[in-house]
């Protein structure tokens, strides 16, 4: 895209020496444009044809996304702070406002696979119009609002990784759907689960946690969302966490042991969707002859009974939980426990885009998979922690207003950017949805 480098750099310390902040490595002009090139790379496999597919409501075109994260510098940093700034096209601010009700009207979520125009030529040309303007804010030094400039493009930068992920989920959907079930790369392989035996599956292990007081929670000076702050103690009994995520073959004892035909297993809301939606298998998966198969962005492949079980929901969770006789860990425990761990896993970086077996035997007293790979579901609701303020304004849309009728995932995915994930860092998607890389790792009380 012809970018010019720029030495500006924002000086910050960080918490977490595991995942150092961009903010600690690169200069902002370099961070921006790293993370928007990253955007554009992702779609490189697309035909034009694939940009414009809307499967379900939840799904995005690939050619919103890259048209929205746009919108996003454009109308909460260019039109405040660059003096003479042009406006791209007056009705670009409606067709690629995702939910901003402060900010304006929006066109309807399900129905933004109904655009043809504008085309996906001419939404890079949009991309590239404000790259250049968003370089030429940020190279003014001098500019009397420029602390602010910085906050809110360290906020537009984390807001296009976020839809870096969703870009990869909704691919895989949409190619999901076609019957022709269309490769979005060719299958990698990880050469050192390769060489792992796994022909003697390791038994699940509990990490025994005492009770207490833990303080959880953001704080610090590089960024981090609202919604992980301000720091706060909570009060645990004492408790075990699984060493490692629940399997696919072990998923399958449940289904094969009827867990989707028992109700005793299910909360009331998500029995009804069971029988509404005739769930009886994680999203993505169809039997072929008497072999498991489920779709994966590399098309379709066998069920990997080692790997971490993937795209179920919270139902899904909780229901195979309870079949355990265990349950969901609460978000604080689940980060006082991934406060044992480093951040490093099977993020996107490694290419593999697909959870991916590991070798826990001769590690069992360590906690393992906590990043990476799946999101993993907790029995905690979204809602806001002791202390927290929601802003006025856009910024206070961005997280405050979805507490409310959601529950909480940690750890990130194998499409997450290793960079962009913290120790608190909280996801959050309604209890029946799994189109998203959604896992399950088990917690238990201790009598």
Avoid at 105 to 115: F, V
Avoid at 306 to 324: D, G, I, T
Avoid at 354 to 359: G, L
Avoid at 369 to 396: C, K, L, N, R
Wanted: glycine letters at 6%; hydrophobic letters at 30%.
């Amino acid at each position: 895209m012809g970018f010019q480098s720029n030495t500006t750099r924002v000086v910050a310390t960080t918490t977490n020496k595991s995942n150092a902040s961009p903010e600690d490595e690169e200069a902002i002009q370099d961070y921006y444009k790293r993370v928007r090139h990253d955007t554009e790379h992702i779609c490189s496999p697309l035909e034009t044809e694939d940009y414009g597919i809307q499967t379900v409501a939840e799904v995005s075109p690939a050619k919103w996304h890259l048209a929205h994260t746009s919108w996003f510098f454009e109308t909460l940093l260019l039109k405040p702070y660059l003096d003479n700034f042009k406006e791209y096209h007056p009705e670009y601010e409606t067709l690629f406002n995702s939910y901003y009700d402060t900010i304006g009207i929006y066109h309807p979520r399900p129905e933004r696979g109904l655009l043809s125009r504008p085309t996906v030529k001419e939404v890079y040309a949009y991309r590239k119009y404000v790259d250049e303007q968003m370089l030429l804010l940020l190279s003014n030094e001098s500019h009397p609002e420029k602390l602010e400039i910085l906050k809110r493009t360290y906020l537009g930068i984390n807001h296009e990784q976020q839809h870096q992920e969703l870009m990869l989920t909704d691919i895989k959907h949409i190619f999901a759907y076609n019957p022709l079930k269309p490769q979005y790369q060719k299958q990698l392989q990880n050469t050192k689960v390769s060489q792992l035996r796994m022909d003697q599956p390791d038994k699940l292990q509990w990490i025994t946690f005492d009770s207490g007081l833990y303080m959880t929670g953001y704080e610090g000076k590089t960024f981090a969302y609202d919604n992980e702050s301000p720091k706060h103690k909570t009060y645990l009994e004492k408790f075990e966490i699984a060493n490692r995520l629940i399997r696919n073959a072990e998923y399958l004892e449940f289904m094969e042991s009827g867990g989707y035909t028992d109700p005793d297993y299910w909360l009331s809301d998500a029995w009804k969707m069971i029988k509404n939606e005739h769930w009886r298998s994680p999203l993505y998966w169809e039997m072929k002859g008497n072999t498991w198969w489920y779709m994966t962005l590399s098309g379709m492949q066998p069920v990997d009974l080692n790997a971490p079980v993937c795209h179920v929901s919270f139902y899904e969770a909780a229901a195979y939980a309870r079949w355990k006789n265990a349950r969901l860990p609460s978000e604080t425990e689940w980060e006082v426990a991934a406060d044992r761990c480093d951040i490093e896993g099977n993020f996107r970086g490694t290419g593999l885009l697909q959870p991916q077996a590991i070798n826990t035997a001769d590690n069992k007293e360590s906690i393992q998979q906590m990043f990476g790979d799946v999101w993993e579901w907790t029995q905690s609701p979204y809602i806001a922690y002791p202390g927290y303020v929601q802003q006025h304004g856009a910024f206070g849309e961005y997280n405050g207003k979805f507490m409310s009728s959601q529950m909480v995932l940690r750890g990130g995915s194998c499409v997450t950017p290793a960079d962009h994930i913290r120790k608190t860092y909280r996801n959050f998607f309604y209890p029946h949805e799994r189109w998203q890389f959604m896992g399950i790792r088990l917690a238990r009380d201790v009598a």
